[in-house]
Each structure stands twice: as C-alpha cells, then as structure tokens.
C-alpha cells in the first residue's frame, strides 16, 4: 500500500512563496505520477499540477508559469514550489497518487492548509 503526507502549508503575503512536500511510503515503486490538488472553502477540489515518473509535468492554467512540481525519486518526495502567490490561491491542498486517466487512487489526506493575505 501507499500512502502520502502533505506538509509545508502557512501564512504568507501575496507575492510570497512556499514550498509544499508529499511524502510517500509504503509500496512507492509502483507510483507512476503523483498530483497536486487543492480545495478553497466552496469550490470544488481541483487539480493543480501533476508529474509522472518520467519528469513529464501538467500545471493548471492558473498556476502556469508560478508553481513547479518537481520530485526527489530517492527521497520519495514530490515537491510543490509555490512562487508569486496570490490571495485567490488560499487553499488546502493535497497530494495524491494517481492511476488510469489521471483519476486519484487513495483516500484523501488532511492536507496542508495555504492563506494568502492581500
């Protein structure tokens, strides 16, 4: 089985930046590609940007250009490099393996809260 932690969230200005880990453990050869979710009070839970065991990257339009996903094999790490935040980006967020379709495969974590003050 595999599991995944997500931690790095806080406070920060707009403009700011933050650094978001999900840690996995248990079978983690047998991820292929990991991604980044997040959910603001009301909305639906969206995908942010995902990365598959070939380094291939997918970013959500709103993000582009702002947020790297990058991944640390030997660590088990996947990475979100949060940069030039805005308020509208406040959220939790989540990590998540990912299967056929880019469709999630486990159970959702408590995931990292992110606030982003004007």
């Known amino acids: 089985q595999v599991q995944l932690v997500e931690s790095g969230g806080g406070l920060v200005q707009a403009g700011g930046s933050l650094r978001l880990s999900c840690v996995a453990s248990?079978?983690?050869?047998?991820?292929?590609?990991v991604g980044w979710f997040r959910q603001a009070p009301g909305k639906q839970r969206e995908l942010v940007a995902r990365?598959?065991?070939?380094?291939?990257?997918f970013y959500a339009d709103s993000v582009k250009g702002r947020f790297t996903i990058s991944r640390d094999n030997a660590r088990n790490i996947v990475y979100l490099q949060m940069n030039s935040l805005k308020p509208e980006d406040t959220a939790v967020y989540y990590c998540?393996?990912?299967?056929?379709?880019?469709?999630?495969?486990?159970?959702w974590g408590q995931g990292t809260q992110v606030t982003v003050s004007a």
């Open positions: 998540n393996r990912l299967g056929t379709g880019w469709a999630p495969l486990l159970d």
């Open positions: 990365i598959r065991s070939t380094g291939s990257t």
């Open positions: 248990g079978s983690t050869n047998s991820i292929n590609a």
